[in-house]
């Protein structure tokens, strides 16, 4: 019996691996592989991506860049046209940050940048990188600190460059008093401690008027820069937004909450990454996305703006390093999945931040529809499913950003009635961005 069980084993043995699936292909003991089983769109899958438009999150104020210190190489219209249009082929930026320039050539340079960008919706806000020299305790642009006893001339003087904005037609969204008052440079600058900063904002921020205010931005966004402002019920009120930079700054110290608390947005007012290296270069520049989607689902931040954007480094080229000059850059495309579609008075709604390994997604409302970004940072295509709760659109249009895809529109995919979902292939290192249909 013991032989007769020990044949049929081994001739079992031999038929499983003789074996062949419909292909004509051998395979391991078993028989056949089976094929895949296709996921039915009309189940919930325990990695859905849920997004809830009735759980909001922050106001949406803009994305943005800077074009101060132009001096030799002012932007052109068509410059202007790729980064603040919001047609085909334009990133779609609602925020331009100039300087505040203490002489008359630079100030008509920041003035024609800011008309241009104004004219094609944006926003502006102003940064003053040093006081004028005579209100200085060195008297000279670079280093110093502003003079106790010129606060109130500086005041004035913020308070006048917003006039003279508004007087030729582009009135500032915000004025901040000072670049990185906490970094001490060798080039055009002014040293703030925090108790300087409080001072100025709680004595003086009062007579500016023509614009709303924003105390120094921080290089780091640290939060004892502001802290005793926002801390000091008199200084406080001055401040409509807090703003700052995040140069060497840990993710997890990207909330502010204090200043939250205090019902202040925040704005990431100047970054960039990689300033060596090619904006062109993939999957670097899809890192730019990750960066926004920390900035707003983490730091909470209302608006975020990029340092020059034109620059090899920046949204459009300037002919260094790989990059033709005025043509969107990959990383110009990446912003471009956010900026487009995202425009200001958008709210960031709630949104499962990573679904799954790799996969990070967040959502905003405006305009009646919601957008949805989702960013796919892994080698493989991923398979995702997203359910809107409570939506009444029937579809969603697709737009992806690849290392062969430029903010490609796709074909719309049709989202499931009976439980609000849709299924979508993510590309491998890929940006795409689903913007609801009616």
């Known amino acids: 019996m013991k032989r007769i069980k020990r044949f049929f084993l081994i001739l079992t043995v031999i038929l499983g691996y ?3 699936n419909d292909n004509g292909q051998t ?6 592989e089976p094929t895949p089983e296709p996921t039915d769109p009309t189940v919930l899958q325990s990695d859905a991506a849920t997004i809830t438009p009735a759980e909001t999150e922050q106001n949406i ?11 030799n190489s002012p932007l052109t219209t068509s410059d202007m046209d790729k980064l603040f249009g919001n047609d085909e082929g334009e990133v779609g930026l609602s925020i331009l940050r100039i300087r505040v320039a203490p002489d008359d050539n630079a100030r008509a340079i920041e003035l024609e940048h800011a008309q241009l ?12 990188w040093s006081p004028p020299a005579e209100m200085k305790t060195n008297n000279d642009l670079i280093g110093g600190s502003l003079k106790t006893e010129s606060y109130e001339d500086y005041a004035n003087y913020l308070n006048d460059f917003a006039a003279y904005m508004e007087t030729n037609g582009v009135p500032l969204e915000v004025i901040s008093i000072q670049n990185e008052g906490d970094y001490e440079v060798s080039y055009e600058s002014c040293n703030w401690s925090a108790v ?41 009120v001055n401040v409509d937004i807090v703003g700052g930079h995040i140069y060497g700054t840990a993710v997890a110290d990207y909330p502010y909450p204090l200043a939250l608390e205090k019902g202040k947005e925040l704005w990431m007012t100047e970054h960039y990454t990689t300033s060596d ?4 270069l993939w999957p670097d520049a899809l890192l730019v996305g990750k960066e926004i989607h920390n900035c707003m689902t983490i730091g909470q931040y209302s608006a975020y703006i990029w340092w020059y954007g034109k620059r090899y480094y920046g949204f459009i080229g300037d002919g260094e390093e790989g990059t033709s000059s005025g043509v969107v850059t990959k990383r110009g495309y990446v912003m471009s999945n956010f900026s487009k579609f995202i425009r200001p008075g958008y709210t960031r709604i709630d949104a499962d931040e990573n679904p799954q390994t790799g996969v990070s997604v967040s959502a905003y409302s405006g305009e009646g529809r919601v957008v949805v970004v989702a960013i796919n940072q892994s080698e493989q295509t991923v398979e995702q499913q997203f359910v809107i709760s409570g939506t009444n659109s029937t579809a969603v249009t697709p737009y992806v950003t690849s290392a062969n895809q430029n903010l490609e529109i796709q074909e719309s995919v049709a989202i499931e009635s009976g439980i609000d979902a849709f299924l979508y292939e993510l590309p491998p290192n890929s940006i795409t961005t689903f913007v609801t249909e009616d």
Do not use: W
């Open 18 to 20: 003789s074996c062949s």
């Open 27 to 32: 395979n391991t003991v078993g028989g056949p």
């Open 61 to 71: 104020s803009g994305f943005g860049a800077a074009t101060v210190f132009r001096l």
């Open 117 to 128: 960008a104004a004219e094609r919706g944006a926003k502006i806000m102003a940064t003053p």
């Open 196 to 236: 300087q900063v409080r001072d100025f904002m709680r004595d003086y921020g009062g007579l500016i008027t023509n614009s709303k205010l924003m105390p120094s931005e921080s290089f780091q966004f640290r939060h004892e820069h502001t802290d005793l402002t926002l801390n000091d019920p008199v200084a406080e």
């Open 277 to 280: 290296r090619s904006a062109n």
